[in-house]
């Protein structure tokens, strides 16, 4: 079987905690429905404590605080404005300092996701918003 959970040990939640700001919301971690919370190690001892056996362990998606607006929203936002300054200006140029900062960036863009999941993995307390687990009797 596999089932999964939202983490409550997440950066943005521990954040939101040192605030004292613990309030139920319409959906999220603290989604009004959710009767418990669970963190990384505390959810594997629910499902050992009941008998099932865990298999693996998985994190469907990831958080780690300003690899959104660093890896992804300012490199965006870099290669449209350059684009868009093209785009004004058919004869402009692309130089090869524009070129290779463009590359750099497609790098850091495409692995944004792969470097996220691993993150999820070394530290899921503090990076992985929802814990699966392959789990069997």
Known sequence: AIVAV????????RAS????DFTYQDHG???RTHLRFFTYETFHELIRS??????????DSWEVPGTQTWLWDYPQAWMK???DARA????????????????AFGVIVSNH????????RLFPNLC?????LLIRP
């Open 6 to 13: 939202p983490n409550v040990a997440t950066w943005s939640m």
């Open 17 to 20: 905690l040192l605030r004292g």
């Open 29 to 31: 971690i603290l989604d």
């Open 88 to 103: 004004r200006d058919p004869e402009a140029r692309q130089g090869l300092a524009d070129k290779a900062v463009q590359r």
């Open 50 to 59: 009941h008998g099932w056996e865990v298999e693996d362990s998985f994190v």
């Open 81 to 83: 404005a350059r684009s």
């Open 128 to 132: 992985a918003k929802h814990i699966g």
């Open 113 to 120: 996701q792969r470097a996220g999941r691993q993150l999820g």
